[in-house]
Each structure stands twice: as C-alpha cells, then as structure tokens.
C-alpha cells in the first residue's frame, strides 16, 4: 500500500479499505501555482488571507514547487518561471520538482486567473479532507492497540477533530511576515469597528478602561475570601458577555448546582430577590418578568456545566464540542479553580492545583477564549490589620499567579466591619495586569438582587 505523508511529517496510508485513492485535485494545483507563476500579486492572499500551505498540496513535486514560491515570496523576490527554476536548482529540488520544463508547462493550464483564490480553497478543502482520513487511522489504532484507557482515548479522538476544525489557526509554526501579516488584518478591522475596546466587555466601563476587556487566550483570575460574592460577579460577568455581547459562554459551576445558579440569574434579570425565588414567594406581577427572562436566554448562546467532579480534560472536551457547534467560544467561566478534580491527582495539593491552573491557560490558548477561574483566598488576610488581599493570599497557589495574565481580587470592608463608612461597597482590585495598568475601583453592590453598578449611578 502506497503513503502519504501529512502535515506533521508523518506518513498515512494513501489507499483506503476500498481502495479510493485520498481526496485530491491535481488540476487546482496546477492552477494555482500556474497562477502565481503568471502573476506573484496573487501569493499575499494565498499566504495571509487563504492560508495555504505546502502541506495542502497531495502530488509531492506541487509541495517542492510551492515551497520555493514561499521562500522567494518571503524574501521580497519576483516569483516566474525563471526565479522558481533557479531557487529550486540553488536548494537541489529542481529534478524533484519534475525539471523546467514542468514548471514551464504549469502556466499553460491556467482556467484564469480571477478563479485562483477558488483553486486555493478546493486545495485545502482536499487537504482537509485527508487529514480527517489521517486521523481516522490513527484513532481506529490506538483502539485496536488499546493504548490507553477508554476516556482517554475518546479525550486524543476529540483533540484530533478538534485540531482538524480549526487548522486554519492552528498555526504552529509560521513565518513572522505571515504572522504580523494577521495581526495587521485584525488591527485593520479593530479600527472599522466601534468598539471601544478588542476585548469582551464586561460591563463594568472602569474595569475594562484597567483591563481592555477579557483578552482572547488569557486567563484571568477573580479570587476573594468565601463571602464576599465572587459568584455572583463572575456570573454577572458571563451574563452581560452573553446577552450584552452574543457571545457564547460556557459557566461551570463546580460550588454551586444548576438551580443555584439559574436563581441567581433570574435574580438579576427580574430585580426578584433569590430569596423570594428559593422560597417560592413570588405573586402574579413577578411571572411576566420571570417568563421574559426564560424567553431571552432561548435567544442567547449562554451555557451551564453542572459537574461537580469536573476534572480539566472533561471541561476541556465540552468547551471543545460547545466551540464547535458555536462557532467558537467567547467565554468561559470556572467557579471555582480549587474544587477542579486534577486529571491525574500527584498528591501534592500544591501541584495539583498548579497543574488545575496551567490546564485552564492552555484551555484560553487552545479555544482562543478568555477564561476566567475564580479562586479562594488563605487566611492570611483576615490575619493582617489592612484585609485588603495580596497575591501571596492566593490559597494553594502554586503557579497560580503564574498562569494568569490577570489576577483580580474583590473586597468588601462592610464585612468585616459592621460600622464601615462605605456599606454596600465592593472594590475591584487588580493586583497583576500585563496587558494595561493596575488600579483598585469601587462599584456598589445589591447583595439582594446579586448586582454590581457603578458607584456614580447610586
């Protein structure tokens, strides 16, 4: 049985059990590298815009050829059949290329030059397409091979289709023109947008004027002692990001259960306090708000994990699967990190929650989401005379503060204080930030009604 060889350097048998030779295209191949041959403008949109890849292309010598276009491409050089030739005999790859006159013949099969960008996506879309046979092989051997237990297979077979759904990001290795080439187009389209900042808001205005919003891969943690509402924050949060923002959100709660949480939401929602909705006590003017609420959370995007034994493969998989059907995932929310189940528990509560945070920054940059881990505090601080919380206080932290880009930490002196001059206060302190400036705010705060304002609007 012949092979080929994928993306990764690996090779993948290229006959399947009925004997069909893998997707592919030779005519768009030889189209578009005719085309490029014909006019190199052509190369900025296949490299930044459409991705495209040697890799992408089946026959061995289209690779060689489109391989020499890149270097010339990225050199600033023009790319014809004369600079092709000669960057391929300068690296020895000419006679594997199929010679010059190959390379000459490539221009005579152009269908046009209008349609290149087309030829450039049936390339993938095959490419695509034998990746996903690839991987298919692969997972039916690790079964057959019985290479590790059950749940984690499943958990490599997710990580393998998941890898195929967003190939087009998952650029491990890319040149820094290609990459600054990107950041440019999102620069470009930040600038056409108005929006005031490249975040997900989060509804707080001062919080995001510190923060720039929840940052795309970044891991922020929102900590406190038990009691001060770090919960509710946090579910404030993922409701404006899914009802203010569209975006889709993913909240796990591994303290409180799907009631709790949903009771807490309708209580911001409906102004009824949750008091009155854990008891029942709600009268005939509360259903239409109740059932106005139920009606706008149809329309959004916005997710409950209910799992109390989540452990980060588990919330890696459903984030995955919800990324998916998405879309893509704008937010996801843990609460909280310390109750998280290590896949593989050390011993060492100290490293098993290292490793709880280290799996929820590698989460942030897989699904290029921001995630936010709330987390206990020690002691410590009801042990100082000024409890305004530091990073030290960071129960078990481990790398906690590590991992994080941000580290966000709450503080309500009416609670330890039953005389304090600012009742009804919370403050929002920033104690690592490496996208923007450090600050502590202060917003008031519904305790009964689980809302977070400005301290102006009160």
């Not at 929102?222 to 975006?247: D, I």
Request: charged letters at 30%; hydrophobic letters at 40%.
């Amino acid at each position: 049985m012949s092979t080929y060889t994928n993306g990764k350097g690996s090779a993948a048998p290229a006959m399947i059990a009925t004997g069909v030779v893998p997707p592919h295209s030779l005519e768009a191949e030889q189209s578009v590298l005719g085309g490029i041959l014909l006019s190199d403008r052509a190369m900025y949109g296949l490299v930044i815009e459409e991705g495209l890849r040697p890799e992408d292309f089946y026959r061995e010598r289209h690779r060689t050829i489109y391989e020499s276009m890149l270097a010339l491409y990225r050199e600033g050089e023009p790319i014809d059949v004369l600079t092709v030739s000669d960057q391929l005999r300068r690296t020895g790859a000419l006679e594997a290329a199929g010679g010059r006159a190959v390379i000459d013949e490539l221009t005579g099969g152009v269908p046009g030059l209008g349609g290149i960008r087309r030829y450039a996506q049936i390339v993938r879309e095959h490419a695509l397409m034998r990746r996903l046979l690839t991987a298919t092989y692969e997972i039916q051997a690790s079964v057959l091979n019985h290479d590790a237990e059950p749940s984690e297979l499943v958990d490599r077979a997710e990580q393998r289709i998941f890898e195929l759904r967003k190939i087009d990001r998952a650029k491990r290795d890319m040149p820094l023109a290609e990459a600054i080439g990107e950041e440019l187009r999102r620069i470009e389209e930040a600038s056409r947008s108005d929006r005031e900042y490249l975040g997900l808001t989060s509804g707080l205005a001062a919080l995001d004027e510190l923060t720039g919003g929840w940052q795309p891969g970044n891991l922020t943690v929102l900590a406190s002692r038990p009691g001060m509402g770090k919960s509710s924050v946090a579910l404030s949060f993922a409701s404006h990001a899914a009802f203010k923002e569209g975006a889709a959100v993913l909240f796990c709660s591994l303290e409180m259960s799907t009631s709790e949480t949903v009771q807490r939401h309708l209580s911001t929602e409906t102004h009824i306090s949750t008091d009155r909705l854990r008891r029942g006590k709600v009268t005939e003017g509360d259903w239409p708000k109740l059932l106005a609420a139920g009606a706008r959370a149809e329309r959004s995007r916005f997710r409950l994990l209910d799992d109390p034994a989540v452990t980060p493969s588990r919330l890696r998989a459903q984030a995955r699967a919800i990324s998916v059907r998405e879309g893509g995932l704008g937010l996801v929310i843990v609460d909280y990190l310390q109750l998280m189940r290590p896949d593989n528990p050390s011993g060492n509560r100290v490293e098993d929650v290292s490793s709880l945070s280290r799996s929820l920054k590698l989460l942030a940059m897989e699904l290029r989401c921001p995630v936010i881990a709330l987390s206990q505090l020690s002691r410590a601080v009801e042990q100082r005379t000024d409890r305004r919380p530091l990073l030290s206080d960071l129960r078990e932290s481990g790398s906690i503060e590590a991992d994080a880009d941000a580290v966000l930490m709450l503080y309500r002196d009416d609670y330890y204080d039953d005389d304090s001059p600012r009742p009804g206060e919370i403050d929002f302190l920033l104690r690592k930030n490496r996208h923007g400036a450090l600050g502590d705010l202060h917003f008031a705060w519904q305790p009964e009604r689980m809302r977070i304002l400005p301290l102006t609007s009160t």
